[in-house]
């Protein structure tokens, strides 16, 4: 098969589309023929040797993908070879095919297209894992999310809303925060000229951060009473001071978690997460409540371009078509 | 009545037993004739000046009482005249009468103590509320209580071992360790002689914490997978460093919390508190699974000795006897 090999760590152009060996299925594992994958930044990471695949994992590039299964691997249940699915990779995204465990399949929702699917995996176990399997989000609740216009982001406000709570947003541009604002943010905060914790005076039960050590002396001021602060990302820095007077007066939490390095089965594993979301989210999807937010729908030949596009500051995911 | 008064901030003479007025019963309240009264460390902080009662709360010390129901207040059921109770108290229990809402009230256990029972309002809501309700302990967990010769870690050992956890705890002294490990302590780590890090190579799930910044760093790297820290104190420092990329490896929490400013009803509230610990945890104190440990009793007109002994490291709780 083709997929995006690197010829060393460094510029979006040092991915190539070129031959490489087909992937065999484990136990519990299926053979997807990928229609699409699309771009995380831990793709861009990982591309200048910054964000080394976790153990066992495929060394090509991309964290979820949508298709058709082709083939199934010993002990896998309740899956057939043509299902329409989307799925969560621990990596081997950008390319013809992929194995990948059937607890990490999710199926495509009756009307979705399969190519703007493949959008949906890592935001979608991203926020459900956080926002609502750790966090315990519903109705009533105020959720500020950082870095509103991105992939996660833009999924996020969907869930929040779908489930009831008051959300505020931040971004950068009034561009973002229109289209936030169009997904159903309720309170849009441009951090270049508002403090968010001053545009949130009654504080938020949950803040999805990705800004780590730089806003968190501002997040813990911006939670309300036994609010709850999520960091999923450290674009502003890895250490930052903690003023435990401030978060004990909240009865505050700080938490942080990632999604790539959670076991494949067991306790907080993508499996559970992947199961949870089946139950929960996917009927949502079903509906048209939360859906895929596609900024950009190119060729994986081009996968530089898609590399480029999210760094430019994409609203929403970039999708890489192989079909 | 009669109540232990401040002739000015200060040492633990400026303490004297005088009389003041009466208490009253608001709606919902109920009066308690005091048998007895224990000392907290906030109280050491409050004779000083540096911890004033929150709004409405007497201006008298003590956190906790037990004694007999004397009058009930409009609005209460299920309690009446002659009960033989114990009281989580905002303030006001180094007197001869308070008066609690009938919502802290916990029933004394058919064979305790009745002045005994005096040393268990405190440490029970803070070990309930933030080990079992917020941290979800349970068994096959591994459990680390730093000052596990205080009155917190000392009941807080028996509702581990209770619950079937595996309890680890630092002391800093032999003594206070032969003292844990006849409650049940698993793990006796002396942290002037090891680094409690070192000493749990498998990490802990809940950490129960009253240094805040001093353990900050360690206390992450001593979490197990999906680990808590919950800090209720903090003797070594407000402001500590906290690296998001240590805890988001270990999908970690950090958590802080008081009792003394929760709300009396309502979300996180002590009549929650309380009112879960009626049903799990008292159980556990008839069984005699979990009961006082009582450093030292003497009579209230000594209070000035009783937080002497306190802040010279007493074992367990120092009872003030009223009665």
């Known amino acids: 098969m083709h997929a995006i090999t690197l010829t060393e760590f460094g510029s979006p152009d040092v991915m190539q589309w070129t031959e490489v060996p087909d992937p065999r299925p484990a136990h519990g594992e299926v053979i997807v023929d990928v229609a699409a994958t699309a771009v995380n930044r831990a793709d861009l990471m990982q591309r200048q040797g910054f964000y080394p695949p976790p153990p066992g994992a495929s060394d090509i590039l991309g964290l979820e993908c949508s298709g058709i299964i082709a083939e199934l691997g010993d002990g896998v249940h309740g899956w057939k070879v043509g299902d329409r699915v989307c799925a969560l990779l621990a990596g081997g995204g950008y390319a013809e095919q992929v194995a990948v ?99 949130l005076p009654g504080g938020a039960d949950l803040i999805l951060d990705n800004m780590g050590a730089k806003y968190l002396e501002r997040n813990v001021n911006a939670l309300a009473m036994d609010g709850t602060l999520i960091t999923i990302g450290m674009q502003g820095g890895v250490k930052g001071e903690l003023d435990f007077g401030a978060l004990l007066a909240k009865r505050g939490t700080v938490h942080a978690a990632g999604l790539r390095g959670r076991p494949v089965t067991g306790r907080s594993s993508k499996a559970d997460i992947v199961a949870d979301m089946t139950t929960r989210l996917w009927p949502m999807i079903e509906e048209g409540r939360v859906g895929p937010v596609v900024h950009a729908e190119i060729p994986i030949t081009d996968a530089a371009e898609g590399h480029r596009l999210l760094d430019a500051d994409a609203i929403g995911k970039v999708v890489l078509r192989v079909t």
């Open 101 to 199: 465990p059937s607890t990490q399949l999710l199926p495509i929702p009756g009307a979705l297209d399969l190519h703007a699917a493949a959008a949906l995996p890592e935001v979608a176990s991203t926020v459900w894992s956080n926002l609502v399997m750790y966090g315990g989000m519903r109705s009533g609740q105020t959720v500020l999310l950082h870095g509103g216009g991105s992939g996660i982001g833009t999924h996020a406000i969907q869930v929040a809303k779908a489930l009831g709570a008051t959300v505020a947003v931040t971004a950068g541009s009034q561009s973002k925060l229109d289209f936030c604002g169009s997904l159903g943010a309720d309170i849009l905060i441009n951090y270049k000229e508002q403090d968010f914790v001053e545009a």
